[in-house]
């Protein structure tokens, strides 16, 4: 079966979109969800212009992916946030939100799942290198997988044992712990340095010092 040609027009109204999103300094990993969701907004329509539809056609998009697609409220959610930005600051179109009536994903019900100290010794026991020290900074510190990853030299204060965490959830940026057991391999690693695996059979990580 041949893949129906690239819309030229749609192509071009998700460049222009991307600029819109870089211009208000969204993160990278946000512009990119949010061009994906106003591009499957659009093929769900057949690649109909956004400023040809309206309120029905949201409507229709947001029912589809809860009752098709099953989708979390979190995740509809952000659908329409990408949809509305599409409108508000690229088409210079304000949706009437009384109009915006669509079928919601029920709510579910998460029991969080919590490793005991016993259980994470075993975790980082199977682990070794930067990936090892990420899995440290992350238990040690209580950074989430984004955060680590977004972790810069500048925010390791190692004179006041602290970390700094930049842009977090929400946007807010905040100050946690710094680890005492960290302090050598994050000085080896930034050096360049291979550092002795921590937290192999023969010598696990102390957690309790975290």
């Not at 979390?72 to 959610?77: D, E, F, G, L, Y």
């Not at 304000?94 to 075993?122: D, F, G, H, Q």
């Not at 842009?167 to 807010?172: E, I, M, R, V, W």
Request: glycine share 4%; charged share 25%; hydrophobic share 35%.
């Amino acid at each position: 079966m041949t893949p129906s040609p690239a819309n030229p027009h749609t192509k071009k109204l998700l460049e222009e979109f991307r600029e819109q999103l870089r211009t208000r300094h969204y993160a990278l990993r946000t512009e990119n969800t949010y061009i994906s969701w106003v591009r499957k907004y659009i093929l769900f329509h057949n690649k109909r212009h956004p400023k040809n539809m309206g309120p029905k056609e949201i409507n229709a998009f947001l029912t589809h992916l809860a009752i098709e697609k099953n989708v979390a409220s979190t995740t509809q959610n952000q659908a329409l946030s990408a949809i509305l930005f599409l409108y508000r600051y690229l088409l210079n179109i304000e949706l009437p939100k009384n109009k915006l009536i669509y079928s919601r994903p029920k709510k579910r019900k998460y029991i969080p799942t919590v490793l005991s100290r016993e259980e994470a010794k075993i975790i980082l026991q199977h682990m070794d290198g930067v990936y090892l020290l990420m899995a440290q900074i992350m238990y040690g510190s209580g950074l989430r997988l984004m955060e680590v990853l977004r972790l810069r030299v500048k925010d390791l204060d190692f004179a006041n044992r602290q970390t700094i965490v930049r842009d977090g959830k929400g946007g807010d940026d905040r100050i946690t712990t710094f680890p005492d057991l960290l302090m050598e391999p994050l000085r080896l690693h930034l050096n360049g340095l291979r550092y002795p695996r921590w937290g192999g059979r023969r010598n696990a990580v102390q957690l309790e010092k975290c």
